[in-house]
């Protein structure tokens, strides 16, 4: 397969970065994100957001096959064309991938041009909850867009079932939040969801000389081995922690009792939130922002089994 500065020029493509579209040029760049993933004939990918092909010519050559969903119409006849040879193990759909039921496209018998499901309308921090088959066990890989970095970190959550893991490059700041700590200024919401349905592993940094053109910031690789939804919570306590996490977020200065207190949706007063604060080992003066994710979630618990007896 031709190089991307090749296939640039033979088919005068301007590439649109203000659009979030920064083309991985460094070959040996490309080699360095697929050895990362580790593709093999045993495996199925899905890509997202192949472009020029990137990294999708790569993995072929490894034997895996490759469901690429590529937004821009421009790059479709160019990457059926230059990939034409790998036959069924290819292929391409024009979508985009926040408005796309990944449940149909990755399912055998998938369509073309897949449509939006009511499940994909809801709020990513809502209940985290998808309809969908049985686990494929795809593996996931993307030179993830900077302006939608955050809502697709969200939708592969909410579908991973389908999904063993993902090798994912994105902006340093995004990847710094992923694996950011309790207390620091990149731990926040996005952290917490993305740990709760998968484990976030150390990758490498790219420099943007790497792209054509040259994004503004420095990116970074990350691996998320995501968690089986068996091992998690069931969909109205997914529901309950998430919106927890919300209100602990919602203003970082206050103390997390303090803002609970003024939320609603918990039903309990001061005295009722001290006492579980207490029965948890939690500061009065704690903030969200010093929680873990299994603090969370045991607060979650409790509060629920609160709430019913009321």
Same mark, same amino acid.
């Given at each position: ?9 033979? &088919? ?9 579209? &920064? ?111 049985? &686990? ?49 200024? &990149? ?124």
């Amino acid at each position: 397969m031709p190089t991307q500065i090749e296939l640039l020029k033979k &088919h005068g493509f301007q590439i649109r970065g203000n659009m979030g579209q &920064h083309l991985l040029i460094d070959p040996n760049m490309q080699r360095k994100i697929v050895d990362f993933l580790s593709p093999g004939p045993q495996d199925k990918i899905l890509e997202i957001g192949p472009g020029l092909g990137a990294l999708t010519g790569e993995i072929l050559k490894r034997g895996a096959a490759v469901i690429a969903v590529e937004k821009d119409p421009r790059f479709i006849p160019v990457l059926r064309e230059e990939l034409s040879g790998y036959g069924d193990k290819f292929k391409i759909i024009q979508a985009d991938v926040l408005e796309t039921d990944l449940s149909v496209i990755l399912r055998p018998e998938a369509e073309e041009s897949p449509k939006r499901s009511f499940a994909q309308r809801s709020s990513p921090l809502g209940s985290l909850r998808m309809t969908h088959a049985s &686990h494929s066990n795809f593996k996931v890989i993307s030179n993830l867009p900077y302006y939608i970095t955050a809502p697709i970190l969200l939708k592969l959550v909410e579908a991973r079932e389908f999904f063993s893991e993902a090798v994912l490059t994105m902006q340093k700041e995004v990847a710094q939040r992923l694996a950011a700590f309790p207390g620091t200024k &990149h731990y926040g919401r996005l952290t917490l969801a993305v740990r709760y349905g998968a484990e976030v592993g150390p990758g490498f940094d790219i420099p943007k000389s790497c792209f054509a053109p040259a994004p503004e910031v420095d990116s970074s690789v990350l691996r998320l081995i995501f968690h089986s939804k068996t091992d998690l919570l069931k969909p109205r306590e997914e529901k309950f922690l998430f919106d927890l996490i919300r209100t602990g977020f919602a203003q970082r200065r206050k103390t997390f009792l303090n803002l609970l207190c003024q939320d609603p949706r918990t039903g309990l007063g001061r005295e009722e939130l001290l006492a579980v604060f207490k029965s948890l080992g939690f500061s009065e003066k704690v903030r969200g922002e010093e929680l873990l994710l299994k603090d969370f979630m045991a607060l979650a618990a409790k509060l629920k089994k609160r709430v019913q007896r009321e």
